[in-house]
């Protein structure tokens, strides 16, 4: 009988040179899209004093997933994800910095900030459904939940960080050309990821059977090229719905995200007529957002332990009913301080969601669909359930108040609170096959 070698232990995460590479594009790049995320509507919001103008920045951050979410997946499945990972930064620092030379010149207008935020996060797609496929191929599967969580841990630092600063620099400053600091992170992003030195994805078997392999036989020219793209986007989509752990947690999300659009879609505005606070130049703004970056700390901390408690389905039908709450006491507050708490409490459930939804994805998707999979449903939840959230939050906000916004969060995680605890999901809670790793 043959004997096999004992396998070597994997190399820690803090010794592995191009996992640190990785780690600090991402910090880099994050840190970056954070200045963008509080300075788009803070932007628009001044030059139009509009929540529905505030609402379409939400919207139109969302959108595309919804566009491009299949045909990315499928593309950084079967192309270099290196390439489209830098390509796509080099492309959005050049978006970005085309808003702070309007500002320059005079000639920014509303359009203009909605075309750029939605070009950046146009391009965001296709870097993110390689990004899906690069970290498991970075990592290994059997480091994966230990650089998911080191990657999460970091840019929830920076949720918690750089909205504050933000804050403080719009007060006394334009905020158009702080997305200048966006662009060159995007440039010092695609830099590091160059610089790493193992590919971004597994080496593919010459078999037919391989999902992505260029050239084989039967399939050369445009024809075969389209049904094979065909089939690949459909593979990804047939084992979102086919796996019930993937499918009912997508569902969920839709809704949950519909949650999530209306809020930042009317963050602004709210602070300004319900919190009565001068969005132009106070810095309890940025508080807000930073409260919501504190709560995911808080989140990102402990969610691993309660997950080796309760397992991935009680996370699920326990975090919802508790967003629920929570969103009715935010939509009620009145007063800065109590709201900026009630932000980082309601941060806890909403990250808890999105942390569960992504690591039960990664475990349960084999190597070949990591993209489609991920991107697919980020598409559903994301793209679609966000700007659904956003329009119907300023439609409310609109005819009513920005306030009354806000109860569109609570009825959607009711009604994902209902979904979950009706579906499969319940009823298996004690399966582990529910959780297994598919084949």
Not at 21 to 49: D, K
Not at 124 to 136: C, H, K, R, S
Not at 295 to 305: C, D, E, F, K
Request: net charge positive; charged share 10%; with cysteine.
């Amino acid at each position: 009988m043959t004997v096999s070698p004992p396998t070597a232990a994997p190399l820690p995460l803090r010794r592995d040179s191009d996992f640190r590479l990785y780690w600090l594009a991402r910090i880099v790049s994050v840190g970056g899209s954070m200045v963008t995320y509080v300075v788009l509507p803070v932007l628009v919001y001044q030059l139009t004093a509009s929540p529905v103008w505030s609402a379409l920045v939400a919207a139109a951050e969302a959108l595309p997933y919804l566009l491009f979410g299949l045909f990315a997946g499928a593309v950084a499945d079967r192309r270099n994800r290196r390439a489209i990972m830098i390509g796509t930064d080099i492309a959005s620092a050049l978006v970005l910095l085309s808003v702070p030379a309007a500002d320059l010149l005079d000639r920014l207008t509303p359009v203009h900030v909605l075309v750029a935020g939605c070009a950046v996060h146009s391009l965001f797609v296709f870097f993110d459904a390689a990004n899906f496929g690069a970290l498991p191929a970075l990592a290994g599967r059997d480091r994966l939940a230990a650089a998911t969580a080191a990657v999460a841990g970091t840019t929830t630092v920076l949720e918690l960080l750089v909205p504050t600063v933000m804050a403080g620099l719009i007060a006394v400053l334009s905020p158009a050309p702080l997305l200048a600091l966006d662009a060159v992170s995007f440039i010092g992003s695609a830099l590091l990821i160059r610089a790493i030195a193992r590919p971004l994805q597994q080496a593919r078997g010459g078999s037919s059977g391989s999902a992505g392999s260029a050239g084989s036989a039967g399939s050369a020219g445009p024809a075969g090229s389209g049904v094979r793209f065909r089939r690949e986007i459909t593979e990804g989509i047939r084992f979102l719905i086919g796996h019930p752990m993937v499918r009912v947690q997508t569902l969920i999300g839709i809704v949950a995200c519909v949650a999530f659009g209306a809020f930042t879609g009317q963050l602004v505005p709210w602070a300004d007529t319900a919190l009565r606070l001068d969005t132009d130049d106070d810095w309890r703004v940025g508080l807000l957002f930073t409260a919501w970056g504190v709560g995911g700390l808080v989140a990102a901390t402990i969610y691993p332990r309660l997950v080796r408690v309760l397992g991935e389905v009680w996370v699920t039908l326990i975090v919802l009913p508790l967003g629920a709450g929570i969103g009715l006491g935010l939509a009620a507050a009145d007063h800065w301080t109590l709201a900026t708490a009630l932000v980082a409490l309601w941060a806890v459930p909403s990250t808890m969601l999105i942390l569960n939804t992504i690591t039960v994805r990664a475990k349960v998707t084999p190597d070949r669909l990591q993209s489609r999979v991920n991107t697919t449903s980020r598409m559903l939840t994301f793209g679609l359930g966000t700007p659904v959230g956003a329009l119907l939050g300023g439609v409310v906000a609109n005819t009513s108040a920005p306030r009354h916004a806000l109860m569109v969060c609570v009825a959607a995680f009711a009604v994902a609170t209902a979904i979950a605890w009706l579906s499969p999901l319940f009823r298996s809670r004690h399966d582990p096959a529910l959780v297994a790793l598919a084949e």
